[in-house]
């Protein structure tokens, strides 16, 4: 339940919406408190990325595949924003 507010998040930065995205973020934090959903940090690490915060973006990033290395794998070859992702937080000095 807490992964589409996250999604949707993800998709209103890349709109240039962040205070929508900061919303749903913590709105999708809040539903999934109890299991604390590794996709929440996932997308809150895109979100950061977006943002210019690339610091925050490569901690997070690093905190998703710490706990959930599956999906870490998964989104790594699968989603179209992780090769500039990766490749922008490591040319900043923040590799995950």
């Not at 919406?17 to 900061?22: P, W």
């Not at 790594?76 to 995950?96: I, N, W």
């Amino acid at each position: 339940m807490s992964l589409e507010p996250s999604n949707y998040a993800f998709c209103c930065a890349l709109q240039g919406d962040m205070e929508k995205a900061k919303a749903l973020l913590e709105a999708a934090e809040f539903i999934g408190a109890k299991r604390k959903t590794s996709i929440v940090i996932f997308n809150r690490s895109l979100v950061c990325w977006v943002a210019g915060d690339l610091a925050g973006a490569a901690s997070l990033m690093r905190d998703f595949k710490g706990k959930d290395p599956k999906n870490f794998a998964f989104y790594s070859s699968s989603s179209q924003y992780m090769e500039k992702f990766m490749k922008d937080v490591s040319a900043a000095g923040h590799p995950v």
